[in-house]
């Protein structure tokens, strides 16, 4: 990793506050979403193409993540295509908030589930289910369970889970 400026979240605060900074955070949307720095313009890595980086109209262009870990990152993706920018804030959101600065979080709806929370709710009460129906009507019922079970595993294997597609749409958090 090359050697970068790093900021401090007080520093930042004061930077934007005065219009001398523009804040670029690199982490993903649903992390974005979840909690953010007020002001901070979200450019996620997995889509970043350090020549279509909002221009910092007069201000030193920041970036940030969670730790400065993916915003060193960024930064040494900008370099190595001839692109310059200020630095980035130490220790990212997660030093922000210890340093007791102000963030801005997504409401959590009315269930407040993540999505990891509610896939596992609903395994769980498919499962009772099709247990209880298996005692009280039919042994066939057992199919649903072993139905959750085989799509459980195979979204572990995979990474891709159908129940997680059908939560996130609904608007649940992602962690």
Sequence with gaps: M??????????IQAGLKAGRYRLIDVREPGEHASERIPEALLVPLSRFRPGEIPEGEGCAVVLHCRSGVRSARALDMCRSQGI???????GGILKWKAAGLPTERADRGASGLTVPQAVAASATVLVVISVGLAASVSPWWLILAAGV???LFQARLTGFCPFSRFFAGLGLRSR
């Design 2 to 11: 090359t050697d970068h400026t790093e900021f401090e979240p007080a520093e």
């Design 84 to 90: 310059e920018l200020a630095g980035h804030m130490r």
């Design 149 to 151: 079970a085989v799509l």
